[in-house]
């Protein structure tokens, strides 16, 4: 029998809903990359003593994710021994060579796309001592992890989250997906359970997806640099950069969805960055790589804040 029209109308639509959350993904536009791994390039080789232009922009990053003291004050260009301090500390973080200095692998590792909640959460003043141990004696560390007192209570172990503003930007069924397989990787080894509330209901996660400053202090950055970031218990927010090329299956040029879900709840949890490269709780993530099972450190890490 011939296709009528409205069987092909019909397969034109199921092909269309098919690529719908790819087709509304945002394309990733090079020159926002380029700009911010340039500026870093440009930066290498810069020694101690020196100054140079937009050093002051790398120590603001580094001060972002908790590399320089909390009441630090930066206004000068110069190559200082603060900076010198926290590139140590940074390179630490991430097993790099501790050199003090700003090298090709510091540079692209600070390239790779990453989370946007700091690796050192709360970081001393100055007037205490600022190496990278003494910060971390704030914290329990559990297995190259590190989290705080921030949890839930038992009386709160069956969360409910939601989908908040720009989520309809993209395909909710799609989303309502991903975030269940996500929140069910961590369902699995904890006593938590989480069910999206109906509508209209409140609910102790909500979820949502927006651009530049979105009025929570932490503002996104377009795409390629900072792809989501979460509070810490009992706030509940996590927010997605809309920005971002987001994709359920990524191509080489976009950011898997899933991945970066579990990593941030993770963080809804109370746990901090690990320093492990396999951990989910990693800070950062390359982009095309899907990494969405938990490891033992991540096992361990939220079995330490919350044991049975």
Same mark, same amino acid.
């Given at each position: ?76 260009? &110069? %190559? $200082? ?7 140590? +500390? ?7 060579? /501790? !050199? ?68 309809? &930007? %993209? $395909? ?7 975030? +269940? ?7 699995? /080894? !904890? ?118």
């Amino acid at each position: 029998m011939a296709p009528t029209l409205s069987h092909l109308l019909l397969a034109i639509l199921v092909i269309f809903s098919i690529q719908t959350f790819k087709g509304r993904a945002r394309t990733l536009k090079p020159e926002h990359q380029q700009s911010f791994g340039s500026f870093l390039q440009k930066l290498e080789g810069v020694q101690k003593g020196q100054a140079a232009e937009r050093l002051l922009d790398l120590k603001k990053y580094l001060k972002k994710f908790g590399y320089y003291p909390s009441d630090a004050t930066l206004t000068s260009s &110069d %190559f $200082d021994d603060h900076l010198e301090l926290a590139l140590k +500390a940074y390179q630490k973080f991430y097993r790099l060579n /501790v !050199t003090g200095n700003l090298d090709s692998s510091t540079t692209q590792q600070m390239m790779i796309p990453r989370c946007g909640v700091p690796d050192i959460i709360n970081p001393p003043p100055s007037t205490e001592p600022s190496s990278t141990e003494s910060k971390h004696k704030k914290f329990h560390m559990v297995a190259h992890y590190a989290f705080g007192s921030n949890k839930w209570p038992p009386s709160k172990y069956a969360l409910t989250y939601t989908f908040g503003p720009g989520v309809h &930007d %993209f $395909d909710l069924k799609t989303m309502r997906s991903v975030c +269940a397989d996500a929140f069910q990787k961590w369902a699995e /080894v !904890t006593s938590f359970t989480f069910t999206e509330a109906t509508d209209g209901a409140s609910a102790d996660l909500v979820i949502a997806f927006y651009s530049g400053d979105h009025g929570d202090g932490a503002s996104f950055d377009g795409p390629g640099k900072i792809l989501a970031h979460a509070f810490f218990p009992q706030d509940g927010r996590l927010h997605y950069d809309a920005d971002e090329n987001w994709s359920t299956d990524p191509a080489m040029d976009q950011i898997d969805l899933e991945s970066v879900s579990v990593h941030e709840i993770g963080h809804l949890l109370g746990l901090h960055h690990s320093n492990d490269s396999e951990s989910i709780m990693y800070p950062s993530i390359h982009i095309g790589r899907k990494k969405r099972d938990l490891t033992q450190v991540d096992i361990a890490g939220i079995h330490a804040l919350y044991p049975n």
